[in-house]
């Protein structure tokens, strides 16, 4: 068992993440409503503030504010602090687009109210 409370996808895209102003390019490696775990050999201590843009489009992209809250030798592990409507409808489309069982993500979608700006 692991634990989560949220519905987790496997999901490889472009990613951004800024840290210490500073930017680096990475890639996603799967997405939640409440996280994201991000390939990377950027060192960012744990519980570090970060800001990451999800590039999962041409054309469009997802903003969130997360904190540090896993590191290993591969990357980081997120959870969103906070995120603007528009980029966490787009998240939510994501992950329940990759899972198996939409409606639960769409339940999910109420514990992330207090996250959205």
Known sequence: MNGRNYTRVNYSTGASIRFDNEME???TDNLSLRGMYLKTDIDI???SSVNVTVYHSSHSSLKVNANV???D???VGLQIISINADSFSQLRDIVATNSVDPGKVMQETFGMLKCIY
């Open 25 to 27: 390019m990475c890639k």
């Open 45 to 47: 201590p744990l519980k």
């Open 69 to 71: 809250v896993r590191k």
């Open 73 to 75: 030798v591969n990357g």
